[in-house]
């Protein structure tokens, strides 16, 4: 139910949006998860629909902005400035719920995913 897209091969400094598009169902909160070789999966920026919500990681805080797109049923995730350290393969999640601010980076509260999409920033 969850379709991400966006990924690429950039060069560091560049920016890279991803997407992340719902069919059928509208959810309550979206996130964005991504696991590099050799690590588990860590969180990255989350969004309730209602957009009154936002988190993220705080290595990417000034550098991402999470958003939803009402017409579309979408959730974009705007990438700045990437560096070689956001190589990964990044999946977006979803949960009918609107999470808590304490559980939003918590991968266990999103009862949907999508398939990832790579993204690789070289120096």
């Known amino acids: 139910q969850l379709q991400a897209c966006g990924g690429g091969l950039v060069q560091a400094g560049v920016s890279l949006k991803l997407s992340c598009t719902a069919s059928g169902r509208t959810f309550s909160t979206y996130g964005w998860f991504r696991q590099a070789p050799g690590k588990e999966r860590e969180f990255v920026a989350a969004i309730r629909w209602s957009g009154s919500t936002t988190r993220y990681t705080e290595s990417v805080k000034g550098r991402f902005t999470i958003s939803r797109h009402v017409a579309s049923n979408t959730v974009c995730l705007q990438m700045n400035s990437l560096k070689p350290e956001d190589t990964a393969v990044y999946f977006c999640?979803?949960?009918?719920?609107?999470?808590?601010?304490?559980?939003?980076?918590?991968?266990?509260?999103?009862?949907?995913w999508g398939q990832g999409t790579q993204v690789t920033v070289s120096s």
């Open positions: 999640a979803a949960d009918g719920r609107s999470l808590i601010w304490s559980t939003m980076a918590d991968d266990d509260a999103y009862d949907y």
